[in-house]
């Protein structure tokens, strides 16, 4: 099985490259000609495509691109000259942080909520805790990001509102740069993540072993927290690697708002640009992120349920 998933997983890597590389035949007019300007002669327009290998069938350009990926080497930006592979790891760490921090504050929040109300399920409390999950789900990143930033940016003073500082420059100052961008990308992924698990809960605390457990004198504490939710865990955690792998990708918004120095300002400012070959090595980088991380996530219901692990490991 585990030998399936990871033949799909290639698969979809060459499909995604396919389609990447496709994008310089694709998109209007030649990488030249945006170098080059409005007044580059036909020759000049020519002679860069050659030096670029833009000359050649769709297909050979393909495999001189990917024999170079697969040595790392995604290209240089024809616009600035800089290396597209060391473009995309100069800026990884902040899309990184800013993805798993915000996935951690959804995952931590969204589990204490799912618990409290698949415990008291049918009560008010439950009720509450679904009414604020469904308001979080009609509040997208480009809206609740202004109003962090307003009332715990601008009006408390709490967090800086803009700009970036790495962790090699403080710690405690990187986490308030990095907290306003991150709660905005958590509140969506809260209710989504609350839903899930309170239904995963309720369902499983009405099984046998549940019962038993219960019978047995157990407190409902432990047998919430022992029993009922490891096994409700499965669904979260195959969304919250999807949810990892999309927010890697998907941080654009975000990082313009904030002014971060991420994946997502260089592949917005490099689709304004029309910076082709930039654009394609970050799509390919991410869609690769975006593999390896669901592989992980598949590999890890084997430390979660042993009948798994025998499963995905046949």
Do not use: C
Request: aromatic residues 6%; neutral net charge; without cysteine.
């Amino acid at each position: 099985m585990l030998t399936n998933r990871l033949g799909r997983s290639l698969l979809v890597l060459l499909l995604v490259t396919i389609a990447a590389v496709g994008l310089l035949s694709l998109a209007p007019g030649s990488v030249a000609d945006v170098v080059l300007g409005e007044n580059a002669t036909p020759e000049s327009v020519a002679a860069m495509n050659a030096e670029l290998g833009l000359d050649q069938p769709l297909w050979r350009q393909y495999l001189d691109w990917l024999g170079a990926a697969l040595h790392g080497d995604l290209g240089s930006s024809p616009l600035t000259g800089q290396d597209v592979t060391q473009a995309i790891l100069d800026r990884l760490p902040v899309t990184i942080e800013l993805a798993v921090l915000g996935l951690l504050l959804g995952l931590g929040a969204a589990i204490v909520l799912g618990v409290l109300a698949a415990a008291t399920q049918g009560t008010a409390v439950d009720r509450v805790i679904s009414a604020v999950s469904s308001g979080l789900l009609a509040v997208p990143a480009f809206i609740a990001g202004p109003i962090l930033i307003y009332f715990l940016g601008l009006q408390l003073g709490w967090f800086p509102v803009s700009g970036w500082s790495r962790i090699s420059e403080g710690l405690w100052e990187n986490l308030q740069h990095a907290f306003l961008p991150a709660m905005a990308i958590a509140l969506v992924e809260v209710a989504t993540f609350q839903r899930l698990l309170r239904t995963d809960l309720v369902s499983t605390l009405r099984e046998d072993f549940v019962s038993a457990a219960r019978a047995k004198g157990m407190s409902r504490a432990y047998v919430l927290f022992r029993h009922a939710l490891r096994p409700s865990s499965f669904s979260l955690i195959t969304l919250a690697g999807i949810s990892l792998g999309r927010l890697i990708g998907g941080t654009v918004v975000v990082e313009i708002l904030f002014g971060l120095p991420g994946l997502g300002q260089l592949i917005s400012s490099s689709i304004t640009l029309r910076d082709v070959i930039m654009v394609q090595g970050i799509v390919v980088f991410v869609a690769l992120v975006y593999v390896v991380v669901n592989m992980l996530v598949d590999i890890s219901y084997g430390f979660l349920d042993p009948r798994v692990r025998k499963a995905v490991t046949a």
